[in-house]
């Protein structure tokens, strides 16, 4: 559909999760993880994902999962941003990080007014957006027509492949009674620099640099406070009035990247069973499938897999059946999804560790995977909407009726 087309007011339920249409794309992503799975090593080499692979994704339509349908999105319920990253966490997680980052970027421009929608898609309906929610890095003033942003940020995840980039600052006043504004801004690249910082242990393939900015001017439509992204209609809801553009953004925040960890954990699973059902002790040659501790260690870890799989799931399926009935989520809500979102992760994070350790040396060999899905899971886990000291402290002074301390919710 072109841009300025109207939307339908309805969601077919193909599109809801167990709908065909939501199934089609669930298929195409499972059909892209054995070259995920070839190309992994590669992608880490690179410090970014292969543009094969981006043209893999491209073609799938996986990164306009939640892309208003207007524009020829699939506009997918939330949830498919957890299954989706799963299924390619289950191949390389930086492939999946960035899958699940950039498409969360299109279900974001659709909250924006439409002047910044057809704007960017009018130009190119695939194109891709970066980011970074740091809103501390950046410094805006309100200036005729917009604002004038300046700033560094870090971590602008496939930053390189990207021709726009929504930055989050902080809007300061002259007058001191105004207080201060969290507010997000959409720069073409041409308005931002970008920086080759990203030399890390995990997630290696993301390409997740920090871009600067130096005096930009962003005008008033191509920006939108946090405050109106908090639940309930936004800006872009009068041409996309599907609920999941009413969503609370930074209150389901973890879970565009959760799924990724989700993934990643299952891989590591999968692949520890699989080596402990053949694999002899070098100790005493016995067969390590009939050790106890090796059946616990399984139970213990799917467990917690399937824990967070349920929480995950849970939580998007929740925020989306409340949106259809027009409810905003009150604070209490909020702050649980958050505390959610971190836990879930930290489930998957520790199943990775026991297995890691119950590896052994083994688990030490560059040449096998193990030692990659260990780096990337507390890569993953150090993202901080999976601190579950701040989720956890925030979601306890809410329950005992303090005000949160997030501003974002």
């Not at 599109?15 to 892209?32: D, H």
């Not at 990253?85 to 439409?114: K, Y």
Request: aromatic letters at 8%; hydrophobic letters at 40%; charged letters at 20%.
């Amino acid at each position: 559909m072109a841009p300025g087309q109207e939307p339908s007011k309805t969601q077919p339920a193909g599109l809801q999760a167990g709908g065909e249409v939501y199934a089609a794309m669930i298929a195409k992503a499972r059909s892209l993880l054995p070259q995920l799975r070839e190309r992994a090593a590669r992608t880490e080499e690179l410090r970014h994902l292969p543009s094969e692979t981006e043209t893999d994704l491209h073609e799938a339509g996986l990164f306009r999962m939640l892309q208003p349908a207007r524009i020829g999105g699939a506009e997918l319920d939330y949830v498919a941003l957890v299954d989706c990253a799963e299924l390619l966490g289950q191949a390389d997680a930086s492939v999946a990080w960035n899958l699940a980052n950039l498409a969360s970027h299109h279900w974001m421009l659709g909250m924006f007014e439409r002047r910044a929608q057809d704007l960017v898609w009018g130009r190119n309906p695939d194109t891709l957006i970066a980011s970074s929610f740091i809103f501390p890095a950046g410094r805006a003033t309100r200036v005729k027509g917009g604002y004038q942003l300046h700033g560094s940020w870090p971590f602008s995840s496939g930053v390189a492949s990207c021709e726009w980039n929504m930055l989050a600052s902080v809007v300061y006043s002259d007058d001191d009674a105004d207080g201060i504004e969290y507010r997000i801004f959409l720069l073409p690249s041409g308005d931002y620099k970008v920086l080759d910082t990203w030399n890390v242990a995990g997630l290696r393939g993301t390409g997740s640099c920090d871009v600067e900015v130096r005096d930009a001017f962003v005008a008033d439509h191509m920006t939108v406070a946090v405050g109106n992204l908090s639940g309930g209609p936004t800006p872009g809801s009068a041409v996309n009035p599907n609920p999941l553009y009413t969503l609370p953004v930074f209150s389901l925040f973890p879970y565009v990247l959760s799924g990724v960890a989700l993934g990643n954990a299952q891989a590591c699973l999968d692949d520890y069973t699989e080596v402990a059902r053949h694999r002899i002790s070098t100790y005493n040659r016995a067969k390590l499938s009939d050790f106890q501790s090796t059946q616990i260690k399984i139970a213990e870890a799917s467990a917690k897999i399937d824990a967070a799989r349920l929480i995950m799931r849970s939580a998007c399926l929740d925020a989306m059946e409340a949106a259809r009935r027009g409810h905003i989520p009150d604070m209490a809500t909020k702050t649980r999804y958050r505390r959610d979102g971190s836990f879930s992760v930290n489930l998957c994070t520790d199943a990775v560790s026991m297995l890691f350790a119950a590896s052994g040396a083994r688990g030490l060999f560059t040449s096998g995977v193990l030692q990659r899905q260990f780096r990337d899971a507390h890569a993953i886990n150090s993202h901080l909407a999976f601190n579950f000291d701040a989720a956890g402290t925030n979601y306890g002074r809410v329950a005992l009726g303090l005000p949160s301390e997030n501003l974002t919710l």
